[in-house]
Nanobody, 118 residues
Framework: QVQLTESGGGSVEAGESLLLSCVVS????????LGWFRQAPGKEREAVAT???????RALDSVKGRFTISQDKPKNTLYLQMNNLKPEDTAMYYC????????????WGQGTQVTVSS
């Protein structure tokens, strides 16, 4: 069963940083790739960053150089370090389990809100 629990969102000013965390069930961590998605009001949900079982990472062009996805396997925890946040990063962020072969989402956390003011 896919289980994902996010934490770490909040309200910050532009240029500040936030660290999102996601506790992943051992079953989820061993069967799926992981990622972070986000959805802003009135917009479609989009993939922000993903990581596969070998640690290979991909990121949305608009966050490259600012956001870093990482995974602590012994702790079954996924992270998203977000630096130099911009108002356009404001969204609900979701921890996601993905089928590694085709990167289709199969499970979502409850979401954590990130709000960046200018």
């Amino acid at each position: 069963q896919v289980q994902l629990t996010e934490s770490g969102g909040g309200s910050v000013e532009a240029g500040e940083s936030l660290l999102l965390s996601c506790v992943v069930s051992p079953y989820t961590a061993s069967h799926y790739c992981l990622g972070w998605f986000r959805q802003a009001p009135g917009k479609e949900r989009e993939a922000v960053a993903t990581i596969d079982g070998d640690g290979r990472r991909r990121a949305l062009d608009s966050v490259k150089g600012r956001f870093t996805i990482s995974q602590d396997k012994p702790k079954n925890t996924l992270y998203l370090q977000m630096n130099n946040l911009k108002p356009e990063d404001t969204a609900m962020y979701y921890c996601t389990a993905l089928v590694c072969q085709d990167w289709l989402p199969v499970g979502w956390g409850q979401g954590t809100q990130v709000t960046v003011s200018s």
